[in-house]
């Protein structure tokens, strides 16, 4: 008990200092003073202040959102498929999105972020049907190494598609960065439009929470406590698209996180899903605000991309686990 | 019956398929032209084109596709999961790093023939980086291999994405066509270094034939039939990755050959043996060859890449397979 309190108010004090770090810190160190006056007394003349105001700012809110959108995902698909190697970005989720989002860029060239969400949703959904279908009718959780292969398959697949796009429509340039994910392009008009999803999928996730938990028992326990298991996992899967779908909207295809951070959050907090899904929340956001302020200044002023940091600190991870022999 | 129609059509589309790749082009041969060339009666801009780069051309594209083949059919018996890929154990993504930091900071001038030789080179570091993590000392779990092979390739995938944003523009082009699977080692010296491979391995594997059917079993059947289990285990992984590892280095990273091919010829045999293997190495040429042609009739530019062809029919047929075996 004591042990999970100390995790959340230790996890948000550090989450409160990442955001006003990642406010400060970049190509350029601002000083304190220009962060205040831009939060509290904004002077639009002032361009240190115009610096955090117009671009550090929306990334900072965009990278708590998306991390707590993330691993929240995460969370919920180990839940419901009982998979302990369930993430968005190996399950294929983010490449569909990816494609749909490349789809809508060789219609429309520039595209409004309305128009992309709506890309990006689409084909994330596919992605989700497709595995909604096989996991369903095979047992759930009877074989997650299935379904990550299936993940696998769908991943290079909708690469296959994403690239003859930009092969043909000469999108290259434009794709690349996109595909590998990263926080530099965001700005407040993207947030406005998707803020609002992502904050529904948290909400709807802790309130599906408890239901979770009982499916970790297992389909028998859930059923004879009078619920409804393929009930559950089709709101969760819907959830799922939320968050997923508009993070990969927003920052592109980033793996790994949702499958890192509910585990290190198990370690603190026990396998209540109660728990398990608010606490994945704030540490995603924690590590990707994190991971954004390494990003600007391993090598600046190039940006090295968000995604990459987080697979490179995501991958040793998974290694370590699958020695140790606990996955 | 089935099978034999099966044998009959994969020698007419070998045939067909061949003229094809010898005739269709950025200038066009007709079947008069080739008869002319092979009598040695044609103009020498013709048996240029026909000797110095189509006939290469066509071979590396049916050995390596047999290559491929012949990999998955090895990895998938060993694991005992039909929907392993061999590209799942790194082999592509880590000649794909190599190719990209030798190109990149090493280096001068033109590329030379020894670039395949790195390319395998960093196939099998990472297929040993992918053997570390998932091995266990009494014999091979073909789960923890799967996994670990996940984790790495998003690894060095992640890598390479780093690199990409540093090398210089043309390096860059080469890599991402590389990645996408463009047929590009078309010169009498890569079949040379292709070809031997697959001459002296394939009867190695045939000979071992029974001991693979055995396996096919269940690791603990065979250990009971006498097979000794980790060291046939591990001959037949060496052989899957030599294989897979030059055809890739040498005909650039290409997926799901090694996927479907052995599915497709089981599905023609009915069963496993080493009339199967056969078959799924004639499939697996036969199907490069195709994905070569349809790619030069699409883009004649030459920048539609096979692999991508390959895995547009690949995906596909894999995922529908998946959802039949589900019902």
């Known amino acids: 008990m004591t042990k999970r309190n100390y995790f959340f108010s230790v996890v948000f004090i550090l989450l409160i200092t990442a955001m006003f770090l990642s406010l400060r810190y970049g190509a350029v160190t601002s000083k304190w003073t220009d962060v205040s006056q831009a939060l509290f007394h904004f002077d639009p003349a002032n361009q240190g202040e115009q610096l955090i105001r117009y671009l550090r700012l929306p990334r900072m809110i965009g990278a708590v959102l998306v991390g707590a959108a993330f691993a929240i995902s995460g969370a919920l698909i180990q839940g419901i498929t009982s998979n302990p190697i369930a993430d968005s970005g190996l399950l294929g989720i983010n490449s569909g999105a990816g494609l749909g989002l490349a789809i809508v860029f060789a219609i429309s060239g520039n595209p409004s972020p309305t128009v992309g969400i709506v890309g990006s949703f689409l084909g994330a959904s596919v992605s989700i049907v497709l595995i909604y279908l096989v996991s369903s009718k095979v047992s759930f959780g009877l074989s997650p190494i299935r379904i990550v292969l299936l993940g696998a398959a769908l991943s290079s697949f909708f690469a296959a598609i994403s690239q003859s796009i930009s092969l043909l429509f000469d999108l290259n340039q434009d794709m690349t960065f996109w595909f590998v994910g990263g926080t530099a392009n965001l700005s407040w008009a993207q947030l406005q439009t998707i803020y609002p999803l992502i904050l529904l999928g948290i909400l709807g996730a802790c309130l599906i929470s408890?239901?979770?938990?009982?499916?970790?028992?297992?389909?028998?326990?859930?059923?004879?406590?009078?619920?409804?298991?393929?009930?559950?996992?089709?709101?969760?899967?819907l959830i799922v698209l939320l968050l997923a779908g508009s993070s990969v909207a927003l920052v592109g295809a980033i793996s790994f996180i949702g499958l890192m951070v509910p585990h290190i959050?198990?370690?603190?907090?026990?396998?209540?899903?109660?728990?398990?899904?608010?606490?994945?929340?704030?540490?995603?956001?924690?590590?990707?605000?994190?991971?954004?302020?390494?990003?600007?200044?391993?090598?600046?002023?190039?940006?090295?991309?968000?995604?990459?940091?987080?697979?490179?600190?995501?991958?040793p991870f998974l290694l370590l686990q699958i020695r140790k022999g606990s996955l | 019956m089935r099978k034999r129609i099966g044998w009959l059509s994969l020698f007419?589309?070998?045939?067909?398929?061949?003229?094809?790749?010898?005739?269709?082009?950025?200038?066009?041969?007709?079947?008069?032209?080739?008869?002319?060339?092979?009598?040695g009666t044609a103009t020498t801009s013709q048996q240029l084109i026909v000797f110095d780069f189509r006939f290469p051309r066509l071979l590396v594209s049916i050995v390596a596709g047999m290559g491929l083949a012949i990999s998955g059919y090895l990895f998938q018996t060993i694991t005992h999961n039909d929907l392993a890929d061999p590209g799942i154990l790194g082999i592509n993504a880590g000649a794909g790093l190599t190719v990209l930091i030798y190109l990149g900071f090493f280096a001068t001038g033109e590329s030379s023939w020894y670039l395949p030789l790195i390319a395998c080179g960093g196939s099998f570091i990472a297929t040993g980086l992918v053997y570390y993590f998932g091995r266990q000392s009494e014999r091979i779990t073909p789960n923890r291999l799967l996994l670990a092979g996940v984790a790495v390739n998003a690894g060095i995938s992640a890598l390479t994405l780093i690199g990409t944003i540093r090398v210089s523009k043309d390096s860059y082009q080469f890599v991402t066509a590389w990645l996408a699977g463009t047929i590009w080692g078309t010169t009498w010296q890569h079949v040379f270094l292709l070809l031997p491979w697959v001459i002296?391995?394939?009867?190695?594997?045939?000979?071992?034939?029974?001991?693979?059917?055995?396996?096919?079993?269940?690791?603990?059947?065979?250990?009971?039939?006498?097979?000794?289990l980790k060291r046939t285990q591990l001959f037949f992984l060496v052989c899957a990755v030599c294989l897979a590892a030059v055809s890739v280095s040498i005909a650039g990273s290409i997926s799901f050959i090694g996927l479907i091919a052995p599915h497709i010829a089981r599905q023609l045999t009915g069963r496993k043996n080493?009339?199967?293997?056969?078959?799924?190495?004639?499939?697996?040429?036969?199907?490069?060859?195709?994905?070569?042609?349809?790619?030069?009739?699409?883009?004649?530019?030459?920048?539609?890449?096979?692999?991508?062809?390959?895995?547009?029919?690949?995906?596909?047929?894999?995922?529908?397979?998946?959802?039949?075996?589900?019902?």
């Open chain 2, 200 to 228: 002296v391995l394939l009867p190695l594997i045939l000979l071992r034939g029974r001991s693979l059917e055995v396996l096919e079993l269940g690791d603990e059947v065979a250990v009971g039939l006498g097979v000794k």
């Open chain 1, 265 to 315: 959050v198990r370690f603190f907090v026990g396998h209540d899903y109660r728990y398990v899904i608010p606490a994945s929340g704030i540490f995603g956001a924690l590590f990707f605000v994190v991971a954004d302020v390494v990003s600007r200044l391993v090598a600046p002023p190039l940006e090295t991309p968000t995604g990459v940091i987080i697979t490179l600190i995501g991958v």
């Open chain 2, 12 to 39: 007419l589309l070998l045939i067909t398929g061949g003229i094809l790749s010898l005739t269709v082009g950025t200038i066009p041969l007709n079947l008069n032209d080739l008869l002319h060339v092979f009598q």
């Open chain 1, 210 to 237: 408890p239901q979770i938990t009982l499916l970790s028992l297992g389909d028998d326990t859930a059923i004879s406590l009078g619920k409804k298991p393929n009930r559950i996992r089709r709101l969760s899967m």
């Open chain 2, 274 to 327: 080493n009339q199967t293997l056969v078959m799924s190495a004639l499939i697996g040429g036969v199907l490069l060859l195709f994905s070569d042609i349809l790619a030069r009739i699409i883009l004649p530019s030459g920048e539609m890449a096979a692999g991508i062809i390959v895995s547009l029919i690949g995906a596909p047929y894999f995922i529908l397979q998946l959802l039949k075996k589900s019902n």
